[in-house]
């Protein structure tokens, strides 16, 4: 009896295996058949390094800039932050930044430190001719914009944080496992899936279940298609999980740090992680400036709240930035 519960577990694996080995084959199939559909798809290269970095720009040059960028693994910055970018650029001039590795912009084997990612996001701006600026983040593009603030402080005119990343952030363990290690357990699981194909085959008929965006959003049907191909052929690849591998040590080079006088500091917090962690709100009220000029707004909601309050993060900076 057990010889034979054996033959059918080693078919079973073997079968497995099969199918598996045909899924990667069949998805690398139709990942270079997408591919030229992502060709300038949209925004304009900028050069950096020798390497190509993506941006989209939006409203009238002639207002305040405003430099987007998003958080940690987002398939498409420019996508994702497409609602935002057009609800702002009427009052300002909106630049979308897709770092290395992150939607359309090339890989790079250059280590992921914060000092590096910076250096290059500045690099980029600098090219495009900007030379004062407001920066506005989400999650981990908060913590690279104290950062850049800090080292630029006589170009960043000011901060606008969207559940910004923060020093000290890792230093409360609310959860059985770090937030390292779920996101890095995350991070793999997509990959994975992404890998065999799962995440294809589970979205060829609807392009949202591979996209995480604003739902309410009027994506056009090419946009959904573009950020379904980016979200399950290039989430994740190998700059990105540089990049997490230095996400505690990029935490940790910003311990202490504050926004330098220079800056006028808005950070919207969400409600999810203030009650997930006690010091989620306390840390950010930390990192601004001392001459006063900032605030916190705590908002009822998840981590991404420029889904959920479009409309207030823009009017409030709006009242912010004139």
């Known amino acids: 009896m057990w010889r034979k519960i054996k033959k059918v577990l080693k078919w079973l694996l073997i079968l497995l295996a099969a199918v598996i080995l045909m899924g990667i084959i069949v998805n690398a199939v139709c990942r270079l058949l997408a591919r030229p559909k992502l060709q300038d798809a949209y925004g304009q290269a900028v ?68 000092d590096n990612i910076v250096q290059e996001l500045h690099t980029c701006v600098e ?5 004062e600026y407001y920066l506005m983040g989400h999650s981990i593009g908060g913590l690279y914009s104290l950062y850049w603030a800090n080292q630029y402080p006589e170009e960043v005119r000011g901060f606008v944080g969207i559940d ?32 065999v194909g799962l995440s294809r085959l589970t979205s060829m008929g609807d392009h949202r279940n591979a996209i995480y965006a604003d739902t309410t959003y009027p994506y056009t049907e090419k946009e959904l298609e573009v950020f379904r191909i980016l979200s399950v052929d290039n989430a994740y690849n190998g700059t990105v999980m540089n990049e997490l591998k230095f996400l505690d040590a990029n935490v940790e080079t910003t311990r202490g740090m504050k926004f330098p006088d220079q800056a006028d500091v808005l950070l919207f917090v969400a409600s999810s992680n203030c009650e997930l962690m006690s010091s989620w709100e306390q840390l950010h009220w930390d990192v601004l400036p001392e001459n006063g000029r900032g605030d916190v707004i705590r908002l009822e909601g998840s981590h991404y709240l420029h889904f959920e309050y479009l409309e207030q993060i823009v009017e409030y900076t709006k009242n912010w930035i004139k």
């Open 164 to 195: 910004p990343s923060v020093p000290g952030m890792n230093d409360e363990q609310p959860l059985p496992i770090s937030i390292t290690a779920l996101n890095k357990l995350s991070a793999y699981l997509t990959k994975a899936m992404n890998g």
């Open 127 to 131: 090219t495009l001719g900007y030379e």
């Open 47 to 114: 050069t950096v390094d020798g390497k190509s970095i993506r941006v989209d720009i939006k409203g009238d040059q002639a207002n305040p800039v405003i430099i987007l960028l998003s958080g940690y693994g987002s398939a498409s910055p420019v996508l994702e932050l497409k609602p935002l970018a057009d609800a702002l650029s009427q009052n300002y001039c909106v630049v979308t930044v897709e770092p290395f590795g992150y939607g359309l912009s090339d890989h790079t084997d250059q280590d992921r430190t914060i």
